[in-house]
C-alpha cells in the first residue's frame, strides 16, 4: 500500500462505517487502530448496535475517513473476521480493498 496512504489511515482515527440489512442502509461513526500487515481496520462494537447486527446478517459494508482536504474510501465485500471478547461484546478485523 503507498506509504501516504498508510500515514493518513495511521494519522486518523474515526471511520464513517456504512451498514446494510434488508435492503435498509445505516451509517456511523467508530473509532479503530489499523493494522498495516494484514490491511485492516479493528474496532470494537457491541452485538446489540445497529451496525454490528447489519454487518453481522450481512458482511458487505463500505466507510470512508475523511480529512479536510483529503478522504479515503474503503470496501469489505467478504466476511469479518470477529473475536468474541463476551457474549455481548466484539471485536471486528475488517481486511480492506481501498479506493483512491
Known amino acids: 500500500m503507498d506509504k501516504a496512504i498508510v500515514q493518513f489511515i495511521n494519522k486518523h482515527y474515526l471511520l464513517a462505517l456504512a ?24 474496532f470494537s462494537s457491541d452485538t446489540k448496535t445497529k451496525h454490528a447486527q447489519d454487518f453481522i446478517a450481512n458482511p458487505n459494508v463500505a466507510g470512508t475517513i475523511e480529512a ?6 474503503f470496501i469489505k465485500n467478504q466476511h469479518p473476521i470477529i473475536a468474541t471478547i463476551n457474549p455481548s461484546h466484539f471485536i471486528l478485523v475488517l481486511e480492506i480493498l481501498l479506493i483512491e
Open 19 to 42: 451498514t446494510s440489512k434488508d435492503n435498509l442502509v445505516y451509517c456511523c461513526n467508530v473509532y479503530y487502530v489499523f493494522n498495516q500487515e494484514n490491511n485492516s481496520f479493528i
Open 68 to 73: 479536510i482536504k483529503y478522504g479515503l474510501m
